[in-house]
Structures are given as structure tokens and as C-alpha cells.
């Protein structure tokens, strides 16, 4: 991996400046005279580069919305039609790829990309031409803070508060029970960073002590040094920062070294079921927990159908996170045509989104003025190599929070 940064660089901010496409006073043209016609929506996902994985299930989750919407008649009367280009989880071909989707392309709606890094150069592109903006990964709480009108993320809240349960459940374990100490390794990246220092902050206060902090470059692909280093500080509880190649890397590490904390909490690498579970090898899944938006289980409206749909065009693997927060996303962006009634005026779009509350596989979805998510996420864990939601009660597939088998010595 390439080093990842939490902000553009100067390139991409003058190519989104330059480029920009202008769309009158709302994006997405006319709908007068296309009756009949596609509605076209574009995307530009990771399909190679650092993020292909999350960007491959992101396309499927689209690819299935498509399929289910058109089965059904369409948007407004019309079919649609998703135009995805390949940014190559590259933030300048996002901006080249939003930018030719938007002047070339011709496409009436736009769908956000994959991680924050990509998502914060890309909502540029969408807000400067006034179209409509919903992302299905991207929780950087710094994406919010830009005054940004047409932007919405389509999760249940944030980077920074997406481990609010976790800790919340550390702080009400009994006092023997309760770690003393943590450590903190992670990625350099915009959505990474937040959800770590969102947990460390609550947990500090309360007596859980910090004994190692380190933010690792984003072309580290050797996690021995980390690895050994975590080991000497000896945590109690260790919560990593990670993507997916790096999650697997470290985990790998840390067997290789022979160290095993009482508890582990990782970022996004565990939600991706199989993968995670062949990648470490199904005995380093147990107890170990996650934040997720979605499962399977889920009997939030519309969950089922998403799933025979996925089934039926992909085959019978269990879907990624990823693959069903881009299907959500989409179901956002429809709820609001839907009561719009029209793809014209995008403005109105992304003000019924700030004023309503959208029901999606994931649950319920509502946002402040900023876009940002007003809700909770769930936590997961791998038990006996299978992952189960464990947090809230009302979520949860299994009634039981498991410890990892190993402890750190001492």
C-alpha cells in the first residue's frame, strides 16, 4: 500500500477546481423530454489499487440495486442505468472520473466511492456542480466540517463514534475484569484514525492506561516491528486501525510473534466475512471484535430481498459489509426521488434527506444539517469462525461476548 493521507493534495484540489463541471442551479439536468429514457447514475469505485476489495463489493451492491429497482419498474417510470468508471483507489483519478461522468457521460445522479480518502476530493467534484452526494463509506468526521449542502453518508454515524458501544462495553465490565492497559496501532488514514481516538478517548479518562500509540504509513506491509513492539508494551486490550490487507497482516504478525491480547477491537477488516476468516486463519477470528453497519440476520425492511438478489447474481457467499452499504446507498437516493418526485432540482433532494428518516437494509437512516449519520453502529465479533452481532441487545445474533483464547502474559 501507498501512504494515505487525510487530506488532498495540492494536485487534486487544483484539478477539482479547474475541472468542475457547472450545472446551472441544480445538477443533474432536466427532467423534461427523458421520459422513457435511463435514468443514468454515475460511480467511480476502487476496483484496483489498495482498495479493490471494498470497491468490487461496493460495484455488487449497486449492481444489485440496480437489478431489484429495474425489476420493479424503476425510478419515477424510468429504468436505471449505473455508469461505474475504475479510480484505481486513486485520489486524483477520482476527481478525472467524477469530473468525465458528470461532462461526458451525461449522468443525471451521482453514488459516492469507497473510503474517506477518495470520498473527500470526490464530494468536491459533486458539490461544486450541485448534484446530490450520497457515500457509502466514508465517515471521516473531517468530510463534514466543509459546509457542504449536497453531501450525505449513508451509514449510521460517523468514524468517531462508530466504536461508541465498544467502549461503552470495556467501561461496564467489572473491575477485574476490565483491562488496564491498551495500545493503539494504525493505518494513516482519514477514517482509521477517528474511529481510534474516539474509543481511546473515553477509555483514557477512565483508567485504561495508553503503553504504545503509533500511526503506521500506508505502504507498510511488514507488521513485524509493530508486532514486536505491541508485544513489549504488553496491552491488555488492543485496538488497531486497519483496511483489510493491513488487518490481516498485523494479526498475522502478532501469531508470529506469539502475542494475544484479552481483548482486540480492529476496524473494517473483519467484516469481510470469508475473506478475513481464510486470510488469518479461522482460530485468530475468535474474539475479536468489530463495528459494522450491516448483517445478514438483519430483519430490517427490504434485508431479504437484497439477499435473494445477491444470491441469485453472485452466488451463495455470504455478502461483504461494503456490498450491502452500497445497496443502502442507492435506497437512500431513491427514497428521496421518490418523494421528490423528480431528478431536476438536486437541491431539493438533499433538503428532504436533512428533514427525513430513510428505512434501508441497514436499519433506519436520518442526518444533521453537515450530512453526517445520527445513529449507532453495531458491533460484531467472531465466535467459533462465524461473526455475530453482540452489541445492542436488540441486534444482537448471539447472546454471549467471548474472550480471545490466548491473554497477553504478565
Not at 65 to 92: E, F, H, P, Y
Not at 190 to 203: C, M, N, S, T, Y
Not at 208 to 224: A, E, L, M, S, W
Request: glycine share 10%; aromatic share 10%; charged share 20%.
Amino acid at each position: 500500500m501507498r501512504a494515505m493521507r487525510s487530506f488532498t493534495t495540492p494536485l487534486v484540489a487544483l484539478a477539482v477546481g479547474l475541472v468542475a463541471v457547472g450545472c446551472g442551479s441544480s445538477g443533474g439536468g432536466s427532467d423534461s423530454g427523458d421520459k422513457g429514457k435511463p435514468i443514468k447514475i454515475g460511480a467511480s469505485l476502487p476496483l484496483t489499487g489498495d482498495f479493490s476489495e471494498p470497491g468490487k463489493a461496493a460495484k455488487q451492491g449497486y449492481q444489485v440495486w440496480q437489478k431489484t429497482v429495474n425489476d420493479a419498474g424503476g425510478v419515477l417510470g424510468r429504468k436505471v442505468q449505473i455508469v461505474v468508471r475504475d479510480d484505481a483507489s486513486d485520489q486524483n483519478t477520482v476527481v478525472a472520473d467524477y469530473n468525465a461522468l458528470i461532462s461526458r457521460d451525461k449522468v443525471n445522479l451521482l453514488l459516492g466511492t469507497f473510503s474517506s480518502l477518495l470520498n473527500i476530493p470526490a464530494s468536491t467534484v459533486a458539490e461544486r456542480n450541485r448534484m446530490l452526494y450520497v457515500e457509502p463509506a466514508g465517515g471521516a468526521p473531517d468530510i463534514f466540517n466543509r459546509g457542504y449542502k449536497y453531501l450525505f453518508f449513508a451509514q449510521q454515524a460517523t468514524a468517531d463514534h462508530q466504536g461508541d458501544l465498544f467502549a461503552k462495553y470495556i467501561l461496564s465490565l467489572p473491575p477485574d475484569q476490565r483491562p488496564k492497559t491498551a495500545a493503539y496501532p494504525t493505518l494513516d488514514d482519514p477514517f482509521a484514525v477517528p474511529v481510534l481516538e474516539g474509543i481511546r478517548k473515553k477509555l483514557e479518562p477512565a483508567g485504561i492506561r495508553t503503553v504504545y500509540r503509533k500511526t503506521y504509513p500506508g505502504d507498510t506491509q511488514n507488521f513485524d516491528a509493530i508486532a514486536n513492539a505491541v508485544k513489549a508494551a504488553n496491552p491488555e486490550l488492543v485496538v488497531h486501525g486497519a483496511t483489510f490487507a493491513d488487518g490481516v497482516g498485523f494479526i498475522r504478525a502478532l501469531d508470529k510473534v506469539g502475542f494475544d491480547p484479552k481483548y482486540f477491537f480492529e476496524t473494517s477488516a473483519p467484516s469481510f466475512a470469508d475473506q478475513f476468516s481464510k486470510g488469518i486463519g479461522e482460530k485468530n477470528t475468535e474474539g475479536i471484535f468489530y463495528a459494522v453497519s450491516w448483517t445478514p440476520e438483519a430483519t430490517t425492511p427490504g434485508n431479504k430481498d437484497f439477499l435473494d438478489a445477491y444470491h441469485k447474481m453472485f452466488g451463495n457467499e455470504v455478502p461483504a459489509e461494503d456490498a450491502a452499504d452500497a445497496y443502502a446507498t442507492a435506497q437512500v437516493m431513491q427514497a428521496a426521488i421518490k418523494a421528490v418526485g423528480k431528478i431536476d432540482d438536486q437541491l431539493k433532494l438533499a433538503d428532504w434527506l436533512r428533514s427525513h428518516t430513510v428505512d434501508t437494509i441497514l436499519g433506519p437512516l436520518k442526518w444533521n444539517e453537515t450530512g453526517a449519520p445520527q445513529g449507532q453502529f453495531l458491533i460484531g465479533q467472531w465466535q467459533s469462525g462465524q461473526s455475530e452481532i453482540v452489541l445492542p441487545d436488540a441486534a444482537k445474533t448471539s447472546d454471549q461476548i467471548v474472550q480471545r483464547q490466548g491473554a497477553a502474559s504478565g
